[in-house]
C-alpha cells in the first residue's frame, strides 16, 4: 500500500497522521529438489503503536502466514503456519510473546494415515540493555511443552502411534560490543 492510503487508514482509524506507517511484505519463492517443486508463499505485517500514550508508546503487534506446498507428497512439510504476537519496549528492556499455529501435518510420504497433530506453540524472549555496550537476554521456545504427536487413521478410529514432549527450549545470552 502507499504511504498516502496508509495515512489515509491511520486517519480514518483517529489516529494521528505521524504514526509510523505499518510494514507488510510478502514473498513467494520456488525451489526444485529431487525432482520435486517445492513452493511457498510469506506473507508478514508488522506496526508499532507509537499512538498510544506514555508508556503503552512502546507496544508493537505482528502477525505472520507462510504457505508451504510440494508437487508430490512430503512428509514433514508443514502446508501452512500462522503466527502473531506483540512485542513492548520500554527504555532499555525489550520483551517479545509470539504463538506459532500448524495445522495437522502429513507425517511420512508413502502412509497417507500418519500425520502429526497440529498444534499451537508459545515463544516468550526478553532483552535489556546493561549499558550502551552490554545487553543480557532470554529466550524460550515451546514454553508451554506442547507434544509431537504422531497420529494414525485407522478403521477403528484416530490413534496416537507417538507422543514425544521436548520440553522448553530456554537459552540466555549476554552480548556485547566492544
Known amino acids: 500500500a502507499s504511504s498516502s492510503a496508509l495515512g489515509s ?33 510469506h506473507a508478514a505485517a508488522r506496526t508499532s503503536l507509537s499512538f498510544l500514550p506514555g508508556a503503552l508508546r512502546g507496544l508493537g503487534i505482528f502477525a505472520n502466514y507462510t504457505r508451504n506446498y510440494a508437487d508430490q507428497r512430503r ?3 508443514v502446508p501452512h503456519q500462522i503466527s ?18 500448524t495445522p495437522d501435518t502429513p507425517w511420512t510420504q508413502n502412509n497417507i494415515n500418519q500425520y502429526r497433530e497440529g498444534r499451537t506453540l508459545l515463544d516468550l524472549s526478553a ?6 555496550r552490554v545487553s543480557v537476554s532470554v529466550s524460550g521456545r515451546n514454553v508451554g511443552n506442547e507434544p509431537h504427536r ?3 487413521r485407522r478403521p477403528e478410529g484416530r490413534i496416537v ?6 520440553g522448553a527450549a530456554w537459552s540466555m545470552t549476554v552480548r556485547g560490543t566492544f
Open 9 to 41: 487508514v491511520r486517519q480514518s482509524a483517529g489516529a494521528s497522521s505521524e504514526a509510523p506507517a505499518a510494514s507488510f511484505y510478502h514473498a513467494v519463492s520456488t525451489v526444485v529438489f529431487k525432482s520435486v517443486r517445492y513452493r511457498d508463499v
Open 75 to 77: 512428509g514433514g512439510l
Open 84 to 101: 502473531g504476537g506483540a512485542s513492548y519496549s520500554w527504555r532499555r528492556l525489550s520483551t517479545n510473546a509470539r504463538v506459532v499455529w
Open 127 to 132: 532483552s535489556y540493555k546493561i549499558t550502551d
Open 150 to 152: 504422531r497420529i494414525e
Open 161 to 166: 502411534a507417538n507422543e514425544e514432549y521436548y
